[in-house]
């Protein structure tokens, strides 16, 4: 069962589930912005964690930062229609490579067999939409190419990107207020 943990003041995650492939999920808590860090794999999951921020009394966010272009980070954001999101260029880009696809079981197998998918995503995506596979990819509302920082009132975010083995257009978040590094998969 996922459960939102409190790390810092500012800083609270939502813990991942293997099985259906939901990632960690980051929230910064500022005067004036809440910032989720990636959106979840599903709207389901980004359901989820609202559901927690209102139980702890937590703002729900305003922006949406994307750690990389992978669907267990992005389908999410169709759950949040009123929030800022933020993706680097790379993740836009990779992003829009997404947009014909279908996601029936059929498309999923012949993505796997061409070697575009891999079988545990398929898998994962399989479980965590059961049949009924209506998400979309929402694309996001801003880009910036190396870096850019967010103050959200009373704790800033520095978003980087940095690359790295899993995905090349890997961003993560420092929150220098709480000495915390949200590293997203960049490794």
């Known amino acids: 069962m996922q459960k939102l943990e409190r790390h810092s003041p500012r800083f609270w995650y939502m813990t991942p589930v293997a ?24 709207e389901s999951h ?15 966010p305003t922006i949406v930062a994307l750690t990389h272009w992978h669907w267990d980070h992005i389908f999410g954001l169709s759950a949040l229609p009123w929030t800022v999101s933020i993706a680097s260029v790379e993740t836009k ?11 029936d079981d059929a498309s999923l197998d012949e993505r796997v067999a061409s070697g575009i998918e891999i079988p545990f995503c398929a898998d994962a995506i399989r479980l965590e939409f059961g049949e009924a596979r209506t998400m979309r990819v929402v694309m996001p509302t801003l880009t ?12 800033h975010v520095m978003l980087k990107h940095v690359g790295g083995d899993h995905s090349p257009d890997a961003v ?15 490794l």
């Open 46 to 60: 980004t359901n989820a964690l609202l559901d927690a921020l209102a139980e702890n009394g937590l703002a729900r």
């Open 144 to 155: 910036f190419d190396d870096s850019l920082t967010l103050d959200l009132g009373g704790v």
């Open 93 to 103: 880009n990779k992003m829009e490579r997404l947009l014909p696809y279908e996601w």
């Open 19 to 42: 099985e259906t492939d939901r990632p960690i999920l980051g929230v910064v808590v500022g005067d004036t912005h809440t910032l989720l860090i990636d959106a979840g794999n599903s």
């Open 172 to 186: 993560v978040a420092y929150i220098p207020e709480e000495k915390v590094l949200f590293l997203g998969d960049a």
